[in-house]
């Protein structure tokens, strides 16, 4: 009997421990550092741990623990940005040097708009064309001030140190969202409903909408989607493709 139980247990704690390396190899994660850049307000800075991870339906989430801390804002947000090799203080200076509107002067994918104190989690569709390798900084930015409030750094991911990015991709060009822009619906064409997963994402990054394989549907009802820019993932055998959608 006892035998038994042990068996039972360590076959458990080895399907557990497969599991898990199955979740850690299916997504990548970098950890935030070297915050603390802003040297003419320091109370704006970063505290705590910052996280950032490339999943594998074509997003990016960025994890704040539960130890992380700022100064509070009205509207201070986050993002990742592309900073063409320069250094956390030529970033804030390059912020700073744009009277209009700082985060312009980069390429960046908005995360949203955090809170002073603890724990907080944002996902968000990676916007078709988009180059996740050469994004490397986090920038907190109160958008509504045009105020820097600190940036830090990750190592990029590459197809060499991320699985995410070495799965083989395709570019699926045979498959058509239609018409674009929409305004009830559209259309789909060439897709294989067998082994077709279908997600829409808001410029926010969130999922409003998400059909898997075997029960996608040539025709998609958008009427009660508000107007705006959206985000056509669509993923087939494993190999994914990203369409904007506009709707009127």
Known sequence: MYKNYTTKKATFFTAFIILISLNTY?????????????TATPSYNISGDVSVTLNTNNTVTLNLASNFSTASGPDVRVYLIDSNGMSDAEVNAEVHNNSVNGISAFNNIPLGEVSANGMQSFTVAIPENTDISSYDKILFYCLQFNQFWDVGS????????????????????????????????IQLANIDSANTEIRIFDFSGKKVFQQLKGNTQNTIDISNFKKGFYVVSITENNKKLSKKLVIQ
């Open 26 to 38: 299916s997504q990548c994660t970098e950890n935030g550092t070297n915050f603390g850049n802003n």
């Open 154 to 185: 990750f190592s990029s991911f590459t197809s060499s140190s991320c699985s995410v990015l070495s799965i083989e991709e395709n570019t699926l060009s045979r498959v058509g969202v239609f018409p674009n822009p929409a305004t009830t619906s």
